[in-house]
């Protein structure tokens, strides 16, 4: 089953033209979540509602993604990746303004699910049109341009978001998708050429609905159990009706012709460890993400602004470690080390963040964890990124990328919810005569839950990941020769 590759638009190297546009959207996706995080309790006041009732405009957002993901590799296949791309980030662009207009709380989670729907759909679909035009010997260069919004679009959401939420309006914190959505549109739409799956098959509902709806229902419950309680009547039947659903789902993909989500690909041995180690990395990394800003504000008194600065310098790791891991270590050493090497660094930093995360402890010792986290991250991801699709042909790219990126979303979930409960157990305050203050031993231990992900991992890396699967990926990149 062939790619076919359209020429719909003027000549333009299709590696920077796809790249441009899926990085932009990419960011723009990445970014949203944690821009919006920080505008939630501004939100809640212009409504007049509780941070509670709130947090349903981050909750009906991740469960929209979590509903289309599944059907994005379809899609793609039969209506073509450009095309597939372009209206997804017109969809997430224009229920931002939308969102910004929103007169009332109701207004603004229909609106957040609507951007949800194009979140969804664009990340898997841009992903696979990436993988297809980028051949397995340039994939470490792909993965070099994948952790530029991976790594920067965290770091600078909370801190444009307190820039607009303190001299603006939290409206901004929708706005501000617009320009790039905007551009990536008009761009995307002149210069990238269209591609489409000859033999996309048939559309299955029935995996759909199973896949959609379980994803969905178990990204909420495991996102609402650490607010409302993990014994609470609406978090266990959405996890138990999510999980039932998702058995269901595999029981019947595996019995269909032509499955949505093609679980056949996960007997390959190297995308299946990819996949579950994408999982574990984005538990610990997301997870880590949330935990440091509720730190700084919570149990050291940041404003939003000055933590999303405090956050900023893992950024700054991932750009200066990305071209070590590209150019000269992954070529050579390969993915299994990396990772495995990586996640336990993760781990290494995250307990000594556990250390530093005292009451009066100097917070530039906790930007340099910060930095040294992102010198870590692009060990993981990048190798990560270059070896998942290294065995899986251009056909499957877009059944494979949405697995892929279903699991990467629920990773995240997993991780911030994994380290809240951990929180809310110990007690993130406590009473000290007649004072409230924060209990630091709640973050410690938070911080040690993470590093106990990151070190399994680790092991998980050494135990599943083998070097030769990747080798097609393990080119050095060519040194142009200087013109005298």
Known sequence: ?????IATAPRMDQRFAVSAVYVAALFLSIMDVTIVNVAIPTIGRDFHSSVASVDVVVIGFLVSLAVFIPASGWIGDRFGGKRTLLVAIAVFTVASAMCGFATSLGELVVFRVIQGVGGGMLTP?????????FPPSERVRLAGILMIPTAMAPALGPVIGGLLVTDLSWRWVFFVNLPIGLAAVIFGALFVAEQRESKPGRFDLSGFVLAGVGLGALMYGVSEGPSQGWGSIPVLTTIVAGVVLLAAMVRVEL?????????????DRLFRATNVLVVVTMTGFFGVLYLVPLYYQDARGLSALNSGLGTFPEAIGVLVSAQVVSRYLYPTIGPRR?????????????????GASGPSTNLWYMRALMFALGLCLPYVMMSMQAAAFATISPASTGRASTLFNANR???????????????AAIGPTRQVGDRLTAHVAAYQGAFIAA????LVGSATALLTVRDAEAASTMVKRRVRPRVS
């Open 125 to 133: 679909v841009g992903m696979a049109m990436l993988y297809r035009t």
């Open 451 to 454: 590093a106990a992900v990151a």
């Open 255 to 267: 019995s269909v012709k032509e499955p949505m989500i093609n679980l056949g690909l996960l007997g």
């Open 338 to 354: 990396l990772m495995a090497a990586g996640l336990a660094g993760i781990a290494v930093v995250t307990v000594a963040m556990a």
């Open 1 to 5: 089953m062939p790619i076919d590759t």
């Open 409 to 423: 979303q629920l990773g995240g979930a997993i991780g911030v919810a994994w380290l809240s409960t951990v929180l």
